[in-house]
């Protein structure tokens, strides 16, 4: 991932696929890295524009996309025109997988 001077982060997706998106996740350079992503949320071609201009307003669920399998991925690229980069929104589990579980 590179990081531009306003903070936001972008890499290459290599492959249409959960596992890949994860691996770009994985390879960012930030002070604290994700370590276990717990939402990953793609924003569509219409939610990306308000999304850039005003980031901390939240988006409607229908310009939102959660990525659960290797499908959301592919519906996620489908709903942007490519033309700008993807945007991306991921939520991080506050523990590791195992803490605090009872």
Same mark, same amino acid.
């Given at each position: 991932?590179?990081?531009?001077a306003?903070?936001?982060r972008?890499g290459?997706?290599a492959?249409p *696929?959960?596992?890949?998106?994860? +691996?770009v996740?994985?390879?960012?350079?930030v002070?604290?890295? #994700?370590?276990?992503?717990?939402q990953?949320i +793609?924003?569509? +071609?219409q939610?990306a524009s308000?999304l850039?201009?005003?980031?901390?307003?939240p988006?409607?669920?229908?310009?939102?996309?959660?990525?659960?399998?290797d499908?959301? #991925?592919?519906?996620?690229?489908?709903? *942007?025109p490519?033309?700008?980069?993807?945007?991306?929104?991921v939520l991080e589990?506050r523990q590791d997988p +195992?803490e605090?579980c009872?």
């Amino acid at each position: 991932m590179k990081t531009q001077a306003d903070g936001l982060r972008y890499g290459v997706l290599a492959s249409p *696929n959960l596992q890949s998106l994860l +691996g770009v996740l994985k390879r960012q350079l930030v002070e604290d890295p #994700i370590k276990y992503p717990q939402q990953l949320i +793609g924003a569509t +071609g219409q939610g990306a524009s308000p999304l850039r201009r005003q980031p901390s307003d939240p988006l409607p669920l229908s310009e939102l996309i959660f990525l659960y399998t290797d499908d959301d #991925i592919g519906v996620w690229l489908l709903a *942007n025109p490519g033309k700008d980069a993807l945007d991306l929104v991921v939520l991080e589990s506050r523990q590791d997988p +195992g803490e605090g579980c009872d």
